[in-house]
């Protein structure tokens, strides 16, 4: 019956003959129980649920593997800036420093070679004519540098805390041919994680009629949620998921969390709200990374209103418009907003209003994360090998499996027969095998408050 006796009286029920002085009331004929409800017969949600995994499956974001471990390369720059140190001679045309970053080995000698061309951060450029292993650090590389032109080097021009970057060469004519380099890529992997949700329903409740969805079982309804449930799951691991493997058991890193160890991140005072210029700010810093040039931005409703009042002037001037990001190929209508060549496609994500799956407590810190007031940044674009920066990983032959296991009776309303067991019920079974994968994780990005 529906909850406070709503459209049902409650007990004690009245029955009986009896004498009425009047008309007879329908509260009298309500206080039998025999009225009928006027139930509606569809069952209504009270909180919106969107998938970002389902929007990744759609715009074929996703691949199978064969193994539960699968792994990528990552090239990182070519290239090596580094710090000088332990200076000496510097005001003489000979100098000597050395560099920790370039470290140094004697299979691995270090990154500079006789001949290399840096430019210091005082605008000046150093020939390098010697390397050697250093002296104040035995892992750093030494080098004995000239000016291009000879002369004499000076304090002001080069000191300790000075940076240094790689330009180019310059070699004598008939030189002999320098000293090579490798360039090897690191190894990047993740785990598939094993994702599972079971229920079972009696004999008696599935033969049950409700008011709901003309009178069917609730079975249909628990399986509509229990589909959800599971695909909730997928979601927020998805993004929060933690790599590891204990055991048997194997976990898959997340993409916020891969945002959050190696993406941009940028803070605001929750109490002035996000403004236009830490969006600007933080368009600026994923430009220096690369990356497409359309960016998904899912937002927390308080990120998401305060953006709306730091975009108020450009709303009536044009700068912000609402737009489908693709032409709507992801299912989305979202606000967009232009700057440095970058698009960022904004949309409120109730999944970060939601303290049931993300709770929060008293204020935001480094650590401390409130969703409602957090966005993620999603690189949506390819490598220039043409890979998708970020996508779904699916064990081969185990992206959804659905399975039935029917006892005395099943979901199709057979009875008897062959039967799995001899129990008054039937089960249902939900496993997906699937991981993610995130190519470059620094074109990933989190603005959020931080206070």
């Not at 996703?62 to 005001?91: C, H, L, M, P």
């Not at 993406?263 to 996000?274: L, Q």
């Amino acid at each position: 019956m529906p909850v406070g006796g709503t459209q049902v009286p409650s007990s004690p029920l009245v029955a009986g003959t009896s004498a009425r002085p009047g008309a007879i009331l329908q509260g009298y004929v309500f206080q039998s129980g025999i009225h009928e409800p006027e139930v509606e017969n569809i069952l209504s949600y009270k909180y919106p649920q969107y998938y970002a995994t389902a929007m990744l499956d759609r715009l074929g974001f996703s691949q199978e593997v064969e193994q539960d471990t699968y792994t990528w390369f990552v090239q990182d720059r070519t290239r090596k800036s580094g710090t000088i140190s332990a200076v000496a001679n510097n005001t003489t045309a000979t100098a000597t420093f050395e560099v920790d970053e370039f470290a140094y080995s004697t299979a691995a000698p270090g990154y500079a070679i006789v001949g290399d061309l840096y430019r210091l951060d005082a605008g000046q450029l150093a020939l390098v004519t010697v390397v050697a292993v250093g002296v104040s650090d035995s892992g750093a590389q030494k080098l004995t540098v000239v000016r291009p032109d000879g002369t004499a080097w000076t304090a002001a021009i080069l000191g300790d805390g000075g940076k240094i970057g790689h330009v180019g060469n310059a070699f004598v004519e008939a030189s002999d041919a320098p000293l090579g380099r490798s360039y090897l890529p690191d190894e990047d992997y993740n785990y598939t994680q094993i994702l599972r949700r079971s229920f079972k329903i009696s004999g008696s409740e599935f033969s049950n009629k409700t008011w709901l969805n003309d009178g069917k079982s609730w079975f249909f309804e628990m399986e509509n949620i229990e589909m959800k449930e599971f695909a909730r799951d997928k979601e927020l691991i998805a993004l929060f998921g933690e790599r590891a493997s204990n055991g048997n058991i194997k976990h898959t890193e997340g993409m916020f969390r891969a945002a959050d160890t190696h993406g941009v991140k940028n803070g605001y005072a929750a109490s002035s709200g996000v403004a236009e210029s830490d969006i600007q700010e933080q368009i600026a810093d994923l430009v220096v990374e690369g990356g497409s040039d359309d960016l998904l931005v899912l937002a927390g409703v308080t990120f998401m209103k305060n953006f709306n009042i730091a975009m108020r002037d450009y709303y009536t001037g044009g700068g912000v418009d609402y737009g489908s990001f693709g032409g709507n190929t992801i299912g989305l209508d979202t606000q967009n907003y232009n700057f440095m060549g970058k698009t960022i496609r904004m949309k409120h994500y109730p999944l970060f209003d939601d303290t049931a799956a993300l709770p929060y407590a008293s204020t935001a810190t480094s650590t401390k994360y409130n969703f409602k007031d957090t966005s993620f940044w999603m690189d949506l674009g390819q490598d220039d090998r043409g890979q998708q920066i970020v996508s779904l990983v699916y064990k081969k032959g185990r992206k959804m499996i659905h399975g039935i296991e029917p006892g005395m009776t099943s979901p199709d309303g057979n009875h008897g027969g062959i039967v799995s067991n001899g129990g008054d019920y039937f089960s249902i079974h939900y496993i997906c095998d699937f991981g993610v994968k995130v190519v470059l994780p620094n074109r990933l990005g989190i603005l959020r408050a931080t206070s």
